[in-house]
């Protein structure tokens, strides 16, 4: 099913150089999911090289056994950028000496057609890791593109992911995407992403905050009832991550206005950053929603709390951007046992996970009225809410980290031909 390439005769196992414009500490979820996967393929026998990007002055150096290669990075977010970025990484990918493997995110966009041409200059195999799939969100996302320069980034990326020796997708859904838009199935396999690490540890093994989260819940839930709290804070409905194009609004603030009414013990906190904060900021003023509180990012040390002070967590999706991307905040949401409120597309994988394992509730992400009665379900009715409890639990059974990095190292061991 999947490519194979001989590997050189000097290594036991396929010396891999990972690709990505985000990587720590620069913030983000793809960032984190690489050096996660990162440091299990050195703890497997594996030679890896990180290549990613700086706000600061491009930079060679060690994080622990993992090599890292900085290069400039972005500095606006615009058209010219976006393509002179996608470039110095090629170039970068050629001048690095050479690995027997290259894995590329999708960030930036496009990144796998030079993963693609790379790998075929340097006569390496090349696997594309799916996270978010370009062009094909452009649309969904709002941005506007000539239809026949679309047309030419589709049959210019899809001839890249046939070419790929394979394509991981992180949801069914994505792969099934990719299959009735032209990619032999063959050449794809689907592997989850995970929740982060600090999530699933022992709490001995938490590192413990240095600095004081600004939050207004600031009693840990270890020490009281889960679904409510007798203490008289707010029942919290946490929103942890990016709030991006691909992420809708409208519902959110219509279930924070239904809310405000009907359950003023309800509070709607927003963790993270993204384009969708002030627009939501611009909202909660326009509307005087005091139920809805916008925190910036924290420390990773403050993660766990951060996490647990949720009673419930809250995901979106689009419906347009339907096997394009996948959020991981439910991966988050489970790895806590925090019952998962979904507004987001009923054919996505994250959908399907919910009703299979009674771990939330599911609702149209353009149904303010829909979201409001699931949120409040779970503030009013103690069954309904250790029900989803115990069904997070579930469906964490199968998805932690070492779960996806076995499925991982599988797939290296059958595109390197490790021996």
Same mark, same amino acid.
């Given at each position: 099913?999947?490519?194979?390439?001989?590997?050189?005769?000097?290594?036991?196992?396929?010396?891999?150089?990972?690709?990505?414009?985000?990587?720590?500490?620069?913030?983000?979820?793809?960032?984190?999911?690489?050096?996660?996967?990162?440091?299990?393929?050195?703890?497997?026998?594996?030679?890896?090289?990180?290549?990613?990007?700086?706000?600061?002055?491009?930079?060679?150096?060690?994080?622990?056994?993992?090599?890292?290669?900085?290069?400039?990075?972005?500095?606006?977010?615009?058209?010219?950028?976006?393509?002179?970025?996608?470039?110095?990484?090629?170039?970068?990918?050629?001048?690095?000496?050479?690995?027997?493997?290259?894995?590329?995110?999708?960030?930036?966009?496009?990144?796998?057609?030079?993963?693609?041409?790379?790998?075929?200059?340097?006569?390496?195999?090349?696997?594309?890791?799916?996270?978010?799939?370009?062009?094909?969100?452009?649309?969904?996302?709002?941005?506007?593109?000539?239809?026949?320069?679309?047309?030419?980034?589709?049959?210019?990326?899809?001839?890249?992911?046939?070419?790929?020796?394979?394509?991981?997708?992180?949801?069914?859904?994505?792969?099934?995407?990719?299959?009735?838009?032209?990619?032999?199935?063959?050449?794809?396999?689907?592997?989850?992403?995970?929740?982060?690490?600090?999530?699933?540890?022992?709490?001995?093994?938490?590192?413990?905050?240095?600095?004081?989260?600004?939050?207004?819940?600031?009693?840990?839930?270890?020490?009281?009832?889960?679904?409510?709290?007798?203490?008289?804070?707010?029942?919290?409905?946490?929103?942890?991550?990016?709030?991006?194009?691909?992420?809708?609004?409208?519902?959110?603030?219509?279930?924070?206005?239904?809310?405000?009414?009907?359950?003023?013990?309800?509070?709607?906190?927003? &963790?993270? #950053?993204? +384009?969708?904060?002030?627009? /939501? !900021?611009? =909202?909660? $003023?326009?509307?005087?929603? @005091?139920?809805?509180?916008?925190?910036?990012?924290?420390?990773?040390?403050?993660?766990?709390?951060?996490?647990?002070?949720?009673?419930?967590?809250?995901?979106?999706?689009?419906?347009?951007?339907?096997?394009?991307?996948?959020?991981?905040?439910?991966?988050?949401?489970?790895?806590?046992?925090?019952?998962?409120?979904?507004?987001?597309?009923?054919?996505?994988?994250?959908?399907?996970?919910?009703?299979?394992?009674?771990?939330?509730? &599911?609702? #149209?992400? +353009?149904?303010?009225?829909? /979201? !409001?009665? =699931?949120? $409040?379900?779970?503030?009013? @009715?103690?069954?309904?809410?250790?029900?989803?409890?115990?069904?997070?639990?579930?469906?964490?059974?199968?998805?932690?980290?070492?779960?996806?990095?076995?499925?991982?190292?599988?797939?290296?061991?059958?595109?390197?031909?490790?021996?």
């Amino acid at each position: 099913m999947l490519t194979r390439h001989p590997m050189t005769e000097r290594q036991a196992r396929p010396s891999i150089l990972m690709v990505n414009r985000v990587y720590p500490p620069m913030r983000g979820a793809t960032g984190r999911l690489l050096h996660d996967l990162a440091r299990h393929f050195v703890k497997a026998g594996h030679r890896v090289t990180i290549l990613t990007t700086t706000a600061g002055k491009p930079a060679v150096s060690t994080r622990g056994p993992i090599s890292i290669v900085r290069i400039k990075g972005v500095d606006r977010p615009n058209k010219l950028d976006w393509l002179s970025g996608l470039w110095r990484l090629y170039r970068a990918m050629l001048v690095n000496p050479r690995h027997d493997i290259i894995i590329t995110l999708s960030d930036p966009p496009l990144l796998y057609v030079m993963g693609q041409r790379a790998a075929k200059k340097k006569g390496c195999a090349h696997i594309h890791w799916c996270q978010d799939l370009y062009p094909d969100l452009a649309a969904p996302l709002g941005f506007r593109i000539w239809p026949p320069l679309y047309n030419f980034f589709m049959t210019l990326g899809r001839a890249a992911l046939q070419a790929a020796d394979c394509v991981v997708c992180i949801s069914r859904c994505m792969q099934r995407h990719l299959v009735r838009t032209g990619l032999e199935i063959r050449k794809t396999t689907v592997i989850e992403n995970w929740p982060d690490m600090e999530l699933l540890a022992p709490a001995s093994e938490v590192p413990v905050p240095t600095a004081k989260i600004e939050l207004p819940h600031k009693q840990s839930l270890r020490d009281r009832r889960l679904y409510s709290d007798p203490s008289g804070q707010k029942f919290r409905v946490l929103y942890a991550g990016s709030l991006s194009r691909a992420h809708p609004l409208d519902a959110i603030v219509k279930a924070a206005q239904i809310l405000q009414k009907t359950h003023p013990d309800i509070e709607l906190v927003f &963790v993270g #950053k993204g +384009d969708g904060f002030e627009k /939501l !900021a611009h =909202a909660r $003023a326009q509307f005087a929603l @005091d139920n809805i509180r916008l925190i910036p990012p924290q420390p990773r040390a403050s993660l766990k709390g951060l996490m647990e002070s949720g009673d419930v967590h809250l995901v979106t999706m689009r419906d347009e951007s339907l096997g394009m991307l996948l959020p991981s905040k439910f991966y988050g949401g489970i790895a806590v046992a925090r019952p998962i409120v979904f507004a987001g597309p009923a054919e996505s994988d994250v959908a399907h996970l919910i009703a299979r394992h009674s771990c939330g509730r &599911v609702v #149209k992400p +353009d149904d303010g009225k829909s /979201l !409001a009665t =699931a949120i $409040a379900l779970y503030r009013t @009715d103690a069954d309904a809410w250790f029900a989803a409890h115990e069904g997070a639990q579930k469906a964490l059974v199968g998805r932690t980290p070492d779960d996806a990095f076995a499925l991982w190292s599988d797939v290296v061991r059958k595109v390197g031909n490790d021996r």
